[in-house]
Structures are given as C-alpha cells and as structure tokens.
C-alpha cells in the first residue's frame, strides 16, 4: 500500500493550491483520511481530516480556507487551499490512519512521501 500526494509548488500570499493525494496497492477500505503539515523547526500538525462517511475536522487555523474531500471509489483525498498566507508554507503529507487489503490485513498509520507548500510573495 502506498500514498503518493502531488499539487504543491509556490504560491503569493492570497493564492490558492489543491493538494491530492492517491492511495494505491490492494485496498478494500480506507478509514480516516487526512492532510498533515510540518514546518521548519515545529512539530507535524493536523490541518484537516475526513472519515468515510465524510465527516470533516478542521485546525482552526484552515477553517473557513481550507476544505479536504474524498473519493471512496478511487481512494483519494484531496485539500483546496485558499486565501494562502506565508504561515501555511510547510511540507503537507497525507495520511490514511486504517487501510483494510483485499487479503484482509490492516495496515496502520500510512504516510505519503509529502509535498512543499510555499507561501511568498
């Protein structure tokens, strides 16, 4: 099983960004999805997550710019990123916290290789 996040790049201050991010291998199911970012000297933080079902949490730093959403079927998470200021340039991993195989096997805690965010004018 693997994630494989793509979308990241520069970006002035005010812009917007998608993320995506494809989880592949032989998955039956997917549990919790999510984005994750880390910046320079602090510690990874969560920005948003989304559960099977759909149900979305956000930081409160994102909320309201932010928005993360799901395709079941094709077993991706994506983060539209608006209104971007230089506090959200970080490295942003996406995250799969239970990923149930085709044979069975529950896999924990899977990252994707993540992807830099820069915020500057």
Do not use: H
């Amino acid at each position: 099983v693997q994630l494989q996040a793509s979308g990241g790049g520069l970006v002035q201050p005010g812009g917007s960004l998608r993320l995506s991010c494809a989880a592949s291998g032989s998955i039956r199911s997917i549990n919790d999805m999510g984005w994750y970012r880390q910046a320079p000297g602090k510690q990874r933080e969560m920005v948003a997550t989304i559960t099977s079902g759909g149900s979305t949490n956000y930081a409160d730093s994102v909320k309201g710019r932010f928005t993360i959403s799901r395709d079941i079927a094709k077993n991706t998470v994506n983060l539209q990123m608006n209104s971007l200021k230089p506090d959200d340039t970080a490295v942003y991993y996406c995250n799969a916290d239970k990923i149930m195989t085709t044979s069975w096997q529950t896999v924990y805690n899977n990252w994707g290789q993540g992807t830099q965010v820069t915020v500057s004018s």
